[in-house]
């Protein structure tokens, strides 16, 4: 069955460094991986999108790879800031069927 | 634009009673969904649209959940008996056709639901 994993349920960092989440998934051939933030009580908002044939992408202080041979995407923050302390979310895509990770809680300490 | 508008935001309900969450996607955006989010589960995605049609509600827990979408403009995601077991919060998001900017879903707020 298909199966979606987000490496820990919970990452705590000290401001400054960077923040690395890893998603890993089996039995899925997707077209696009997502990642999305989710704060306490809203809906998950769209970070970056990267597609099979990309191995990278970057936006500012995210940067995101894609590893379709080893079927896993890491998810990196640079310079964290308290601000970045959120649950980040990896979704994988293919015809519009879009399934979500159970997410990585995030804590940037000061 | 003001987003994919959710409503209500909260609903309490007893048991056996009828629910009607509703979506309002961004304007111009040609697929809506619907998900569903647990503690337990996560994001669970209930069912999705394409120009208004129903494409795939092969995750519609029973019969008692349908939906509809009646013009490009609003949808609704009904619970008709509800059951303690459907308390979560629902979300509504959509997209553009265009991928080629690399868009991904916009979600709505949520609507959580309790259902006692």
């Known amino acids: 069955s298909q199966k979606i994993e987000q490496n820990s349920e919970a990452l705590n960092i000290q401001e400054g460094k960077t923040a690395t989440l890893t998603c890993n998934y089996t039995n899925y051939s997707p077209a696009y991986l997502q990642w999305y933030r989710q704060d306490p009580g809203r809906g998950p908002v769209f970070l970056l999108l990267?597609?099979?044939?990309?191995k990278e992408k970057r936006k500012e202080r995210l940067k995101v790879t894609f590893d379709t041979t080893l079927k896993q995407s890491l998810f990196h923050i640079t310079a964290s800031q308290p601000a970045d302390s959120a649950t980040y979310l990896c979704a994988l895509e293919s015809i519009n069927d879009m399934r979500f990770g159970a997410g990585t809680r995030l804590t940037v300490k000061p | 634009d003001a987003g994919v508008i959710q409503s209500p935001r909260h609903e309490v309900t007893e048991m056996g009673q009828e629910v009607t969450l509703r979506c309002k996607p961004i304007?111009?955006?040609?697929?809506l969904f619907w998900y569903r989010q647990t503690m337990m589960r996560g994001l669970e995605l209930l069912i999705y649209?394409?120009?208004?049609?129903?494409?795939?509600d092969s995750g519609m827990p029973e019969d008692r959940f349908s939906a509809k979408m009646p013009n490009a403009s609003f949808s609704t995601l009904k619970i008709q008996p509800s059951e303690p077991r459907d308390s979560a919060v629902y979300f509504c998001?959509?997209?553009?056709?265009?991928?080629?900017?690399?868009?991904?879903?916009?979600f709505g707020s949520g609507t959580r639901l309790t259902v006692v």
């Open positions: 990267i597609r099979e044939n990309e």
């Open positions: 649209f394409n120009n208004n049609v129903p494409i795939d």
């Open positions: 998001a959509s997209r553009t056709r265009d991928r080629g900017i690399d868009y991904g879903y916009t």
């Open positions: 304007s111009g955006h040609d697929y």
